[in-house]
């Protein structure tokens, strides 16, 4: 296994864009971990790949912010690398009064977050949308999409290698080690330390591991310390 800048583990959709994003701005050296033979074999690529518009996240806050911006981005995204995207945006129904009530506070924060709605009173107008749905009014959010989950990692993929990043597939990193201080720091900040990750395949020390194996692995290793590390603003290598 060659030695590389900054080694990312996991080959979700994260990883992948984490890759694809330190490629964008910087000169370093990738590579991406995937412990499986195929990518997408997880939540990245099973997902049902909902494209949300933030209706529903209050007003100034991250979500609304990379909800509706995520969305347009997403969209933009897939018409360029032939994602398939289905534009069919989504309902929220009101089944009684006290849900319908609750529309209005959707539609206040979709008014404040700069998304498109259209409130449906009744059942008619509701089954135009979606014959099989019944309530007495609905939220209807037209920019929510649904994209093809598996070929946006694919396509993310075909990015990142174009642009030179090694994808290993059925590496499975075991172990991320801190090496002694100064060892291997080549292009780590001063003061930093060196890592090695370990697949059965071998080992590699890197400056920069990051850890994208997905919140929800339990398995996937951590050093001692943290074995995220912010890529750092300004370091020489860093494109302006
Ligand atoms: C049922 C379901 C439906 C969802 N629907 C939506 C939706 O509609 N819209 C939406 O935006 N989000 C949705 N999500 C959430 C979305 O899928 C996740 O947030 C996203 O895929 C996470 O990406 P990831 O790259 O972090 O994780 P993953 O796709 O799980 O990628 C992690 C990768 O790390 C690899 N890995 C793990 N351990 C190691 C190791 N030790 N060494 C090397 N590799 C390792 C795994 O094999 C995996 O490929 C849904 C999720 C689920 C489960």
């Keep these: ?15 992948l864009s984490v890759a694809k994003h330190l490629t964008e701005r910087t000169d370093l050296d ?9 990518l997408a074999s997880h939540q990245s690529g099973r997902s049902s790949g909902v494209l949300h518009p933030g209706f529903n ?17 997403m969209k933009a995204y897939c018409e360029e690398h032939d994602v398939p995207c289905e534009e069919l945006g989504v309902l929220v129904v009101a ?16 008014e404040a977050n700069g998304v498109a709605y259209e409130l449906l009173d009744s059942r008619e107008a509701i089954r135009e949308h979606e ?35 090694t994808v290993y ?22 003061g930093s330390r060196s890592r090695t ?3 059965p395949q071998g080992s590699t020390p890197t400056p920069w591991p990051i850890r994208s194996a997905s919140a929800r692995s339990t398995k ?12 750092p603003s300004a370091p020489s290598s860093v494109k302006r």
Excluded: N, W
């Excluded at 089944?95 to 979709?110: G, H, I, K, N, Y």
């Design 131 to 165: 014959p099989h749905a019944d309530g007495q009014a609905a939220l209807h959010a037209p920019e929510a999409a649904s994209v093809d989950a598996e070929q946006y990692v694919y396509a993310l993929a075909r990015e990142v290698r174009e642009a030179g990043v």
């Design 30 to 38: 990738v590579a991406v971990l995937e412990k499986e033979h195929h």
């Design 57 to 73: 996240y209050p007003l100034d806050s991250k979500k609304a912010r990379f909800a509706t911006e995520g969305t347009a981005q």
């Design 197 to 199: 990750s370990s697949t």
């Design 95 to 110: 089944t009684d009064d006290e849900e319908e009530t609750r529309l209005a506070d959707l539609a206040e924060q979709a």
């Design 220 to 231: 996937c290793p951590r050093s001692g310390e943290s074995t995220t590390r912010c890529v």
């Design 1 to 15: 296994m060659m030695r590389h800048d900054v080694d990312i583990v996991g080959g979700g959709c994260v990883g």
């Design 169 to 190: 597939t059925g590496y499975e990193v075991s172990q991320i080690e801190a090496a002694a201080e100064g060892a291997d720091s080549t292009r780590a900040t001063a």
